[in-house]
């Protein structure tokens, strides 16, 4: 148990469809980390917010969006969904004041484009 | 841009030791992570690197060389629960704190009895 939760676990979208893809981050950790992990392969960094604002993201078009909220909750939107979105999307917590940045990953939603 | 090589997979008996190698080509390097994941799973935590040398953390440890852009996780006493894939990944930090992780493809590990 990481403290971290995602929702929904499981998701089935058609190509072109919006999704929005949510995150709970342990209590203090400011910092979210998106990252998406296809079948095989290591996860690829989405993006990253620090107090609510992006500061940092990996090589992924403007339709991957996100949002991190107060409360230690997040958002990755993704829109005109592609078949090749189809992944497990991690979310990653931290706490910037920890000697590692140790990241905290949830569980993950399996996201499936048809 | 970042580049992470490590094995594809590799494969040890219980009980012995064996060693897992990261090489990267990174400017602004900010840390090297190594992290578990046992399929269907999300990644683990394992151990965290900035500075030359031996992290130890019981039957784990990691070693860092930035000069040569090397690391390795050294896993000893392996048991059947240690296969799994195995994810080097590399910390950038951009001027004014944009920071950027990229992962390797993972190294899966099979313990055999």
């Known amino acids: 148990e990481t403290g971290v939760t995602q929702s929904p676990t499981h998701l089935i979208k058609t190509r072109g469809q919006q999704v929005t893809l949510r995150c709970s981050s342990q209590s203090g950790h400011n910092t979210v980390s998106w990252y998406q992990q296809a079948l095989g392969q290591g996860p690829q960094f989405i993006f990253q917010?620090?107090?609510?604002?992006?500061?940092g993201r990996g090589n992924f078009p403007p339709r991957f969006s996100g949002l991190q909220f107060p409360n230690y909750s997040s958002e990755l939107n993704v829109n005109a969904l592609e078949l090749d979105d189809s992944a497990l999307y991690l979310c990653?917590?931290?706490?910037?004041?920890?000697?590692?940045?140790?990241?905290?990953f949830g569980p993950g939603t399996r996201l499936t484009v048809t | 841009g970042q580049n992470i090589d490590q094995p594809t997979e590799m494969t040890a008996t219980e009980g012995a030791i064996v060693q897992i190698n990261c090489t990267y080509q990174?400017?602004?390097?900010?840390?090297l992570f190594w992290y578990q994941q046992h399929a269907g799973e999300a990644p683990t935590f394992l151990s965290y690197n900035v500075l030359d040398g031996l992290e130890e953390k019981g039957r784990f440890s990691s070693f860092l060389s930035r000069s040569k852009g090397y690391s390795y996780l050294l896993l000893k006493e392996l048991q059947m629960k240690d296969s799994a894939s195995y994810l080097c990944?590399?910390?950038?930090?951009?001027?004014?704190?944009?920071?950027?992780?990229?992962f390797g493809t993972g190294t899966k590990l099979q313990v055999i009895p």
């Open positions: 990174t400017s602004g390097f900010n840390g």
């Open positions: 990653a917590s931290s706490s910037p004041y920890r000697k590692s940045d140790e990241q905290y």
């Open positions: 990944a590399v910390r950038r930090v951009y001027s004014g704190g944009y920071q950027k992780v990229t």
């Open positions: 917010y620090y107090r609510e604002e992006e500061n």
